[in-house]
């Protein structure tokens, strides 16, 4: 902070009769109080600090950037959370029918119009024993939050049946917006019985020859309009009562499943080529497990009818906290609460958007000017690559509607840029290079394949964040 804005911001902090050390130190279970001369002295302050950029995420940063109080967001491994991996929603206010990326488009730029930053980076952890909260990121960032907003949402549960982990990525999919066209004319069956397996089926259902949906009870618990929207694909299926129990495979990819019938207890085995789970999610609350109560299930714990955590200044929304509603619109209107009571928390501690404009803030500012990372399309280009690369080369598949490829491309290039004399990193787009996706097998994206001296030494099939790109390289320089 520069001279001037310190005396700026003295002359508002008195003028405004700053309530200091001690103001909700009773409610506090951190230690130290709310000491807001001391926080202003913190490097990298951010006045709302959002985690996480789901509906919950983007509605808690338009109102904190619309009460002028400084706020940031950070995007996380998957920017824009489980709406970008929906096809149409039908039941965002405001419109019949939206594509969930659509919606979250509209959300970031109404956010981004009123002065939300955005940082393309994730949690790494926190530490809220003292405030402000201390908050770090992957990409080696430490941030002085005044107040923070979890939004962080949900994950993909699994089955946890044998093969599972062995196949993931190469026939065993929670993503079909990212991976259903390399089921082109295949089998494959969706597992799960809510709207996800719904909206699952119908987007695997364009491209793939046959789709069974596979339920466990009797019923399917998505809602009768969604289950409506399968009627018309003869290529959809649904069988009842069945569970999953192995996932078997040849040494490429999957060939089958052991399929058990909980009402017959027979086992039948059923070739199919792919498996997308559509079978709910668990909260991620894992990160702030040590300062923040959380239930049985993990969802963080509400103070009554607010957004307040059992942590004052820390305020959660959307689906890392509901287990009730679990929906878009909710999570949204969460979101505003959750801002609204930051904002109330900030006020009460003595801040207030006077402060905030005078404040040497954490600002969003890197922008590269040249990429390192080379996009190749076509298999000579790829076999040129593979012949005239003397260190290591990285090829990352991904696509332009799969949320967690284009999550980790920042972490991409910065270590391209990082390693730019050490090694080779590349990216495809897997719906255009069909020749390459052919030759290497792709079934998935992200897609993370490791190359030295023209071998293929390593396959991930997951997103890295900028720590586990860092130790691939790494590994490969050894
Ligand atoms: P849900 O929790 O609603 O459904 C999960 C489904 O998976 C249930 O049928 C459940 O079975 C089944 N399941 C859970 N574990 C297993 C297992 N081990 N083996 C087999 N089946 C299993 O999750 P969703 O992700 O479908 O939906 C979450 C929320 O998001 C909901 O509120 C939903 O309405 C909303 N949503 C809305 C959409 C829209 O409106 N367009 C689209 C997608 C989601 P059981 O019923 O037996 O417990």
């Not at 002028?68 to 019949?96: A, C, D």
């Not at 079909?176 to 069956?189: E, G, I, R, S, T």
């Not at 290497?440 to 900028?466: C, E, T, W």
Request: proline share 4%.
């Amino acid at each position: 902070m520069n001279r001037k804005k310190i005396s700026l911001l003295s002359v508002v902090l008195l003028g405004s009769l700053i309530c200091m050390q001690g103001c909700l130190g009773e409610r506090s279970g951190v230690e130290g109080v709310f000491d807001l001369e001391y926080a202003l002295t913190k490097k990298n302050i951010v006045p709302i600090l959002v985690i996480g950029s789901g509906p919950a995420g983007l509605a808690a940063g338009l109102y904190g950037a619309r009460a002028r109080m400084g706020t940031l967001v950070i995007e996380g491994n998957k920017p824009g959370g489980l709406l970008m991996e929906t096809s149409y929603v039908e039941n965002w206010p405001g419109f019949k029918r939206i594509l969930g990326r659509e919606a979250i488009g509209n959300l970031k730029e109404q956010a981004t119009s009123f002065g939300a930053q955005f940082l393309s980076d994730s949690v790494e952890s926190v530490d809220f024993s003292s405030w402000p909260y201390e908050v770090k990121t992957e990409d080696g960032l430490t941030l002085s939050a005044l107040s923070v907003i979890v939004a962080t949402g949900a994950a993909p549960r699994t089955l946890g049946v044998p093969g599972e982990q062995d196949y993931w990525g190469r026939g065993v999919t929670t993503c079909a917006v990212c991976d259903a066209p390399f089921y082109k004319d295949q089998d494959v069956v969706v597992v799960g019985g809510g709207d996800s397996a719904v909206e699952e089926a119908l987007q695997v259902a364009q491209y793939a020859k046959n789709v069974t949906i596979l339920v466990r009870k009797d019923h399917m618990r998505a809602s009768p309009s969604m289950q409506e929207r399968i009627e018309p694909y003869d290529s959809i299926k649904v069988l009842y009562n069945v569970q999953v129990q192995r996932v078997r495979g040849n040494e490429h990819h999957v060939t089958g499943i052991a399929l058990y019938n909980n009402k017959t207890q027979e086992v039948t085995d059923m070739p199919i080529d792919g498996i997308f789970l559509a079978i709910g999610h668990e909260p991620t609350s894992q990160v702030f497990a040590d300062y923040l109560e959380r239930d049985a299930n993990g969802y963080l714990v509400m103070d009554g009818r607010t957004q307040q955590t059992s942590l004052p200044g820390v305020f959660a929304a959307g689906e890392v906290e509901d287990h009730r509603y679990r929906q878009a619109g909710v999570a949204a209107g969460q979101g505003i609460c959750a801002s609204l009571d930051a904002e109330n928390f900030l006020r009460e501690i003595g801040f207030n958007a006077i402060i905030a404009e005078q404040l040497d803030q954490f600002s969003v500012s890197h922008k590269r000017s040249q990429s390192f990372v080379r996009s190749i399309t076509t298999l000579a280009e790829f076999e040129q690559v593979i012949a005239e690369s003397e260190g290591p080369v990285i090829f990352d598949f991904y696509t332009d509607t799969c949320p967690s490829c284009l999550g980790m491309m920042p972490a991409f290039e910065s270590v391209a840029e990082q390693y730019a004399e050490q090694a080779t990193l590349i990216k495809i787009d897997a719906d255009e290079a069909v020749g390459i996706i052919e030759r290497l097998g792709i079934r998935k994206v992200p897609a993370l394949l490791l190359f030295k001296d023209g071998q293929l030494v390593s396959r991930h099939n997951m997103a890295m964040n900028r720590a586990e790109l860092i130790e691939l390289v790494q590994s490969s320089l050894n």
